[in-house]
């Protein structure tokens, strides 16, 4: 708690006490008891209170209130006997013995001197001793209320009065739960249950609360003048109370409403310089204290936006003569114009007028009424609901451009960030785009000089753009000593970037060049100054650095000096600050400029120690931002994320980091992927650090690991980046095996291992480099990478078609040799303490691998030699046969589920020439393509291939444990997507982790990971249930569902994990490319989201196309689903349209009401239907709503 | 919203804390939060410079006054330039309070009148008054402007 080295802040309070006055002491029974410690134990436990809640507590603080109860009877009783003594007499004992005043003596001490309060002397001791002390304990005893309220009614000492006050407001305030009252200090117990067990003396707070409310509406409702200080502080404490409680909120209400129903109106203009001032008439100034009151608490009820009194209020209060007043009261409405901007701007009416009282409010000297002003300006000058009322949205909208001159940064900045577009974290892009173009178009006038005004002012009266303010103003600040300047400053030039960005993605700049040089034209002969700006930015930058130099008042110069200045500030002290700078730099970065600078300033900040790991982490959340703002940038982000990688592994978060690369990947678009995939792998080529010799380590291409801990979190990294390439390698190259249309390589067989590399990087670089680097990963890391590298390529192997396959296999096979041959005829007796002694000992682990590739191999053989058997003898393929077949297709397709996600629906592990065969005996067997997983052969599966090879189970065990854990590691990305949705939001105000805890990932167990594999894959079979047919759109449906089943309980943050809109968008971006991308918000909302991982809505099947198989062709639709209860198939369904419907995408059909369908499937709701003639939009089938058609039940 | 208010003496022992609207869980990060950011960065630094900090979409603005140090956490419109206007107030109340740069003890010796004082600046998370002589008065239970 608060005493981090064994003080309590009591024990430092009363260390020293001051001098006490020393009266005669009588011998009372407290002191009495407490001299006699051992005598009495309910008076013993007072004076050894430990302020720590500790079980034993109850017992004593129930014995303490006893003791209270007695105390006070007694004093009651024996009215003659002076009762103050008794707390003179603690004092006194305290002064000798340095004992801390317990909580309970101070309890008591107000008990009693309340019942003496008309004494000067206890007056004194409440105000110096008893009620400083209470103050630090957190919360207030109920059964001190009865105390309180006593002295509220008979004291008259003023200072014991607001004492009272303030307790009395703590008692309110305490909701029950310990937390959300405002104390502070040493923790006090609950009263509340500590006064449920003691029934005898327990006062609980429902008990008192309608009690002290009472009294303090009583008091707050007295309109005597004399009594008006203590009015306003009764309003006070009144608004502590549980505002969840409507009783007391609406006689709050009541109370605030009538006093400023007498005296809100002000109808004579208030005066200049009345403002705080003092003088002025008796009733005025009690005027003004009330109204201020009244709207510091109206401030503090909840809003009440249908309410036209609560407006009617709030708006006077614009014109009271009160500053805090006066602030509180455009706190209120800006609050309000947000809700509804057209009934705070008809409420104003003339106030926002020349010489209207919100006018005066920019002379006000109160920075954070001016921040409000802005705030509201802002709201209703772009309030839809006023698009009519253009009048009123340029005087708020002048108002607002007035307050960039303000003298205070915090006005200028808000008035800025309001400008921006920028006022919370859900503005939209457009809103961003607009802001920028304000900034950068726009022209402050100021209105007629008003007539106090100097001939100073003239100057800068003159109409002024306002990039050149706003730019002067940053600048300015930016030269300051102060850091929350510089802060802010940088904050508000990353906000700057964010509207920018937001304006390029949006193509402002190219839209509006003519608009804009004329604009500036018109300045031009306002404005000398600015006679070179007639040119826009974009030009400006092109026509290159001569420009640049000379044309200083450009947009482009401006900004440029500005990003001079910036860049200069991370020099600054501060990390924070330069953090800021940093976010700033990386917002303000354009896409086509060199980020060589940028670079290089981030890699020597990260060499600086000083720098938190949450505040890396937000930098690097900052790039998945920039990324998200301009999807472009995906290289040179990924760039600068590697600086991190490198510079500060232990630092960095790994997850949010692989989230990036996967982010950047999927936005890097098919040109990009290739660059995305081996900005990513780079982190690969570093050389491993090795333990024992860091420090020798440290120079080669600059990773600082210099410490065992960042050591071990640049493996972590390096695992990462190996198990990333593995699961996205596919997704880079554009490769799957169901995909391709290459037979398996019997021919390719043949061909010797250096043929086969050149051949496969022939035929796709992206997966062939890929595999050169798992492969080096495999053979050169440490272990933990060598399993994951080993892994990686198994997945890719099974992923890709040949030759790459084949290529891994041979490579998989030499690394077992490589490790296994000097062991391996001892490897059935062996412990396994010995494994990876030579070699690279992941034979073991390669070897389940090795098999399945094996079986798929043998099997594709063996294919092919019935097949010709089959040919050569003419003969038909008999069921017996076929059902062989298809049950070694199923046997490996569970095999291979087991190391990878595959399309159940579409991957044939028995190469393409199977898909006919296995199409036809489904058919006839009526199985759908994806059931089988959830038969207990998968569980046999894993056996098979974890257990058959290896006796030696327990060895088996150890290292899968590890090789999970690993994953377990590496996988759980939910954590990151959270962390960067948060950012991304601009939530997160939790309190901040000061251990930096780098691995607190919970580790899943072998048998957990597997359970909840099997768990999800008979979701997944029920999901199936309703789809059939191997490639018709509803299977490719399924595709989907078991993505997210199989990945949502494994957490693979893996590209087939990712929404399937961005799969579709990654893999089309045809279809969003260009200006289109960024028209629809939804759709660009979409764009980023692989960062959600939420079970996908459906979607259409032409998204999928990657996963069509294009050999089962478009005959396969008749293969139908005949499970399906709704559909089977040689009863085809029909229906009649019920309404009109249009389609509203691609894969959907447009019907008119009538019209004849034919009903081929459902899925979520939606009917796959057919026609007979192509509707209005030209199509014949299609998916619409299944409540748009009526099902008729005969066939016809 | 001011999300906290809390004074440090030179050793790290926390001497007044104001929560608003933070849960009692994340109190205890807060608290070691702010401490150690103190320990770390207040040494040397001239009374009254502010130091300024941020964690998310929170600010933090602290200083040196005497013998204790002063945090300020806030959000949304408490960004960190209102911070440094309600660290202004603050310290501008202590130094009232105590007459000169607190000490411990001083400080200790006022808390009460400290308690009453943060009370009149700070109500519910919001600024509430800034001058101080206002402060002064509502202390003492007179009215905000005096006649």
């Excluded at chain 1, 040493?186 to 609980?204: C, F, Q, R």
């Excluded at chain 1, 937000?618 to 600068?640: C, G, I, N, Q, S």
């Excluded at chain 1, 691995?999 to 099997?1014: E, G």
């Amino acid at each position: 708690m608060a005493d981090s080295s064994g003080t309590t802040l009591m024990d430092l309070i009363t260390a020293d006490p001051a001098p006490v006055p020393a009266a005669a002491s009588s011998s009372s029974s407290s002191s009495a008891s407490s001299m006699t410690a051992a005598a009495s134990p309910s008076a013993t436990h007072p004076q050894h209170l430990s302020t720590k809640t500790t079980l034993g507590e109850k017992k004593s603080k129930r014995a303490a209130l006893m003791q209270i109860q007695n105390d006070t009877i007694s004093v009651a009783k024996a009215a003659l006997n002076p009762v103050r003594t008794n707390i003179i007499s603690h004092q006194k004992q305290k002064q000798k013995q340095k004992k801390p005043v317990s909580y309970a003596q101070l309890a008591r001490s107000i008990h009693e001197l309340a019942a003496t309060s008309d004494q000067k002397s206890s007056q004194k001791q409440l105000v110096h001793h008893v009620f400083p002390k209470l103050a630090v304990y957190n919360s207030v005893d109920p059964s001190l209320a009865p105390s309180l309220l006593m002295l509220d009614q008979q004291c008259e000492d003023r200072m014991v009065l607001r004492y009272v006050y303030y307790y009395l407001a703590r008692i309110l305030a305490d909701t029950g739960s310990q937390g959300l009252n405002p104390g502070g200090g040493i923790p006090t117990p609950n009263w509340d249950a500590l006064a449920d067990i003691d029934a005898v003396g327990g006062v609980t707070r429902a008990d008192v609360v309608p009690r002290i409310v009472n009294q303090l509406t009583t008091e707050a409702t007295n309109t005597d003048v004399e009594f008006h200080a203590r009015r306003l502080q009764a309003l006070k404490a009144l608004t502590y109370s549980s505002s969840s409680n409507i009783e007391i909120l609406s006689k709050l209400y009541e109370i605030v409403f009538g006093i400023l129903d007498k005296v809100g109106d002000v109808p004579q203009k208030r005066k200049k310089g009345i403002f705080g001032a003092k003088g002025g008439d008796k009733e005025s100034i009690i005027r003004s204290n009330l109204q201020y009151g009244a709207l510091s608490a109206l401030r503090r009820l909840p809003l009440d936006p249908g309410n036209p009194s609560f407006l009617h209020h709030a708006v006077q209060g614009i014109s009271f003569p009160d500053p805090v007043a006066v602030r509180h009261s455009l706190e209120i409405i800006s609050d309000l114009a947000i809700r509804d901007p057209y009934a705070v701007a008809m409420a104003l009416g003339k106030l926002v007028a020349p010489g209207g009282a919100l006018l005066d409010v920019l002379h006000l000297h109160d920075v954070l009424a001016r921040v409000s002003l802005a705030r509201l300006c802002h709201t209703i000058s772009t309030a839809r609901s006023l698009d009519e009322r253009p009048d009123i949205k340029s005087q708020f909208n002048s108002v607002l451009y007035q307050l960039l001159l303000d003298p205070s940064e915090r006005v200028c900045f808000e008035a800025i960030l309001c400008i921006l577009g920028k006022h919370d974290n859900t503005e939209k892009t457009e809103e961003r785009a607009a802001g920028w173009y304000r900034l950068t178009r726009e022209i402050l006038k100021l209105p007629e000089a008003p007539s106090n005004s100097k001939d100073k002012s003239q100057k800068t009266r003159r109409p002024q753009p306002l990039i050149k303010l706003v730019m002067r103003r940053l600048e300015s600040s930016f030269r300051s000593f102060s850091r929350p300047v510089l802060h802010a400053a940088a904050r508000i030039v990353q906000e700057m970037g964010r509207s920018r960005a937001a304006a390029h993605a949006l193509g402002l700049q190219d839209l509006d060049e003519g608009a804009y040089g004329n604009q500036y034209d018109a300045v031009d002969s306002l404005d000398s100054d600015m006679n070179d700006s007639s040119h826009p930015e974009g030009i400006r930058r092109t026509t290159g650095v001569s420009n640049a130099a000379g044309g200083k008042d450009t947009i482009a110069g401006m900004l440029a000096s500005l990003m001079e200045v910036v860049r200069t500030t991370v020099a600054c002290e501060c990390v924070y600050v330069r953090a800021m700078v940093i976010k700033g730099l990386i917002w303000m970065q354009s896409p086509h400029e060199s980020f060589d600078e940028l670079k290089s300033i981030i890699a020597s900040e990260l060499s600086d120690p000083a720098w938190p790991a949450t505040l890396l982490n937000d930098v690097l959340l900052t790039l998945h931002a920039r990324f998200k703002a301009t999807p472009d940038m995906a290289v040179t982000l990924l760039e600068l994320a590697r600086i991190f990688a490198t510079k500060v592994p232990g630092k960095i978060d790994a997850d949010v980091l692989q989230l990036l690369w996967k982010t950047c990947l999927v936005g890097a678009g098919p040109d990009g992927k290739h660059t995305a995939l081996e900005a990513v792998t780079i982190v690969l080529d570093l050389p491993p650090p090795q333990p024992g010799s860091m420090s020798g380590f440290t120079s080669v291409d600059r990773v600082s690991a210099s410490d065992p801990k960042s050591a071990l979190a640049l493996q972590r990294l390096v695992q990462a980046a190996v198990w990333f390439l593995g699961e996205n390698a596919n997704y880079a190259a554009s490769e799957y095996a169901w995909e391709s249309a290459t037979p398996p390589g019997t021919a390719l067989m043949m061909l010797d291992a250096d043929k086969m590399v050149a051949a496969a990087s022939s035929r796709n670089p992206t997966l062939a480099g890929a595999l050169t680097r798992l492969q080096r990963c495999a053979f050169s890391g440490s272990w933990e990478v060598r399993i994951i590298a080993a892994q990686a390529l198994t997945t890719v192997a099974i992923r890709s078609g040949e030759p790459f396959r084949l290529q891994i296999y041979e490579f998989l096979h030499a690394l077992a040799q490589g490790g296994v041959q000097s062991q391996l005829s001892e490897m059935h007796l062996s412990n396994g303490e010995d494994q990876g002694a030579s070699g690279t000992g992941l034979g073991v682990l390669i070897t389940p691998m090795i098999k399945v590739l094996d079986e798929m191999y043998t099997a594709q053989d063996d294919l092919s030699k019935e097949i010709r058997n089959h040919d050569n003898a003419n003969k038909e393929w008999k069921d017996e046969e076929l059902k062989k077949l298809y049950e070694t297709h199923e046997r490996l397709l569970d095999l291979v589920s087991l190391f990878c996600y595959v399309p159940r629906a579409k991957y044939l592990p028995l190469g393409p020439i199977s898909a006919k065969l296995i199409d036809i005996y489904r058919t006839r067997h009526n199985i759908s393509a994806s059931t089988g997983l959830s038969d207990p052969a998968v569980s046999t599966g894993i056996s098979d291939l974890v257990y058959e090879s290896k006796p030696a189970a327990a060895e088996s065990d150890t290292l899968d444990d590890d090789l999970v854990n690993v994953w377990a590691a590496n996988l759980g990305d939910v954590p990151a997507v959270n962390r960067v949705n948060e950012f991304l939001a601009g939530a997160g105000t939790d309190a901040p982790d000061v251990d930096e805890n780098i691995i607190s990932r919970p580790s899943v167990s072998y048998d957990d990971m597997w359970a909840k594999t099997l768990l999800e894959s008979t979701e997944m079979e029920e999901d199936d249930v309703r789809s059939s047919g191997s490639s018709s759109p509803e299977s490719t449906g399924s595709v989907e569902t078991s993505i997210s089943s199989h990945f949502g309980g494994m957490n693979y943050p893996s590209l087939f994990s990712s929404r399937p809109t961005t799969y579709g968008g990654a893999s089309q971006p045809s279809e969003r490319s260009g200006g289109s991308r960024f028209n629809n918000p939804s759709m660009y909302e979409g764009y980023g989201s692989p960062i959600r991982e939420e079970p996908p809505p459906y979607t259409s099947p032409e998204r999928y196309d990657s996963f069509e198989n294009p050999l089962a062709g478009h005959g396969s639709h008749s293969f139908q689903s005949q499970d399906d209860d709704r559909v089977s198939s040689g009863n085809p369904q029909f229906g009649t349209a019920l309404y009109d419907f249009t389609a509203g995408g691609d894969d959907e059909l447009s019907l008119t009401t009538g019209e004849e369908v034919e009903i081929e499937y459902e899925v979520d709701g939606w009917f796959y239907v057919k026609k007979k003639r192509p509707g209005r939009d030209g199509k014949m089938a299609g998916l619409v709503p299944v409540l748009y058609v009526s099902q008729s039940s005969g066939s016809t | 919203m001011i999300l906290a208010v809390l004074f440090a003496n030179s050793e790290g022992n926390i001497l007044v804390e104001r929560f608003n609207g933070v849960p009692t869980e994340e109190r205890l990060h807060w608290r070691s939060f702010l401490v150690k950011l103190g320990a770390e960065n207040l040494k040397g630094v001239k009374n009254e410079e502010l130091l300024v900090a941020s964690h998310k979409s929170v600010y933090i603005v602290y200083t040196v006054l005497g013998d204790v140090s002063v945090y300020v956490v806030g959000k949304d419109e408490y960004d960190e330039l209102a911070l440094a206007e309600v660290i202004f107030v603050i310290t501008s109340a202590v130094k009232d309070v105590c007459g000169k740069l607190p000490t411990e003890r001083l400080f200790l010796d006022k808390y009460g009148r400290i308690c009453l004082t943060l009370d009149e600046i700070i109500w519910q998370g919001y600024l509430e008054n800034t001058d101080k002589d206002r402060i002064r008065r509502l202390v003492r239970l007179k009215p905000p402007t005096e006649f």
